[in-house]
């Protein structure tokens, strides 16, 4: 007897640690799932190692992680993946191939607050998805107390949403988790870089030495540098002609630094009002050079969406590197469409202004340099 619980004390050793195992419904016999994670760049994914389903079942021990680390699981035959966090800890899945975003992971405190999360964006999706439906219904309607009523509803939701996101940072100062919120809200736009700096600072030690934190401290420290009243950062880069254009030669009395990039939606939805508020001011001292993220390799779809959105008129430049794109980088960008508004001396005024707030800042720098 003593030697049968000898040998389950070492099976149950062998599955403590880095351990993951799951079900599968209606698998194939033998089906693959694939096990990656993020590389240390935190750019791409790179497989660890691959396990099959047997009987709807798979199990796989793997070598115990250093750092926690953000993790996928893949399924042969389907599309789209399982987002987890390997930290050392038993890691248990219900797989549902039809519909991926339904399976669940248990197994150690990063994943339960990982799905906490997760489950409040899809929470806060939902209830904005309402509102928007609802407020259609209320302009086809000219309901304007309704259409009035549901804005400040979207606006709670959002102010909410805010503070959930800075109380979970500020109450799981261990969990790299902390570490993907931080860089959702960066993302965002909707904190200051002191904000986030200071929440930042606040974690762990241990947390703080991951790459996917470090990586995060190096983009604060770039958003940093072109905080309003920060003197931007100079660059030169490709024009589409492959001459080298530096900001110094673009500058006018005012300069929008705008990012975009020919794939970017939003960017190709605001560039009709950049040309707007450029017809209108140009002539005053209003410069624009627009930087674009566009792919390598695809310089002609670059130039193009410059002719299809009428955008001819002012200084182009790209590194055709995507988001590897080193301006990009120097400014803290992350996300698209993102705008920097400078004054004569290169100095920021402004950051991410859109529709007519970017037409009453511009006007109101041109009324006040000329009024000097």
């Keep these: 007897m003593l030697g049968v619980l000898a040998a389950f004390a070492s099976c149950e050793e062998d599955k403590e640690g880095y351990f993951i195992s799951g079900t599968v419904e209606n698998a194939t016999e033998g089906q693959e799932i694939y096990v990656s994670e993020l590389n240390e760049s935190n750019t791409q994914t790179v497989p660890v190692d691959t396990v099959q389903v047997v009987d709807g079942k798979f199990e796989l021990d793997l070598p115990e992680k250093d750092s926690p680390a953000i993790s996928f699981l893949n399924l042969k035959g389907t599309r789209g993946n399982i987002l987890y966090i390997a930290d050392n800890t038993p890691i248990s899945f219900t797989i549902y191939p039809d519909s991926l975003y339904a399976s669940t992971v248990t197994g150690g405190k990063d994943n339960e607050i990982l799905y906490n999360y997760l489950g409040e964006i899809k929470e ?97 420290k770039n ?42 939606k939003p960017c190709r939805v605001e560039n009709p009002n950049i040309v707007k508020v450029y017809e209108k001011y ?46 990009a980088a120097q400014y803290g960008v992350r996300a698209i469409p993102a705008a920097f508004l400078l004054d004569k001396e290169g100095n920021i005024v402004a950051k991410n202004l859109r529709g007519e707030s970017l037409e009453q800042k511009v006007g109101e720098l041109l009324n006040a340099e000329a009024s000097n």
């Design 223 to 264: 958003m940093s540098r072109t905080d309003v009243g920060n003197k931007a950062p100079g660059f030169s880069a490709p024009t589409p002609e492959g001459n080298e254009l530096s900001l110094q030669e673009a500058l006018g009395e005012v300069t929008l630094v705008d990012f975009w990039a020919s794939w970017c």
């Design 124 to 220: 806060n999706n939902r209830k904005m998805g309402e509102a928007r439906n609802a407020m259609r219904e209320a302009f086809s309607t000219q309901d304007t107390a309704k259409l009035k009523a549901l804005q400040q509803t979207q606006q709670e939701i959002t102010d909410k949403d805010k503070v959930n996101k800075k109380e979970l940072v500020s109450q799981n100062p261990n969990s790299i988790v902390s570490v993907m919120v931080l860089q959702d809200m960066l993302n965002t736009k909707m904190y200051s870089t002191s904000e986030l700096r200071t929440l930042f600072d606040n974690l762990s030690a241990e947390v703080k030495q991951t790459s996917l934190a470090q990586n995060l401290d190096q983009n604060l």
């Design 282 to 327: 140009h002539d005053k001292g209003f410069n624009i050079i627009q930087v674009s993220l566009d792919r390598p390799g695809q310089k002609d779809k670059w130039i193009k969406a410059i002719e299809d959105d009428n955008l001819g008129n002012w200084n182009h430049v790209s590194n055709l590197k995507f988001w590897q794109d080193p301006i």
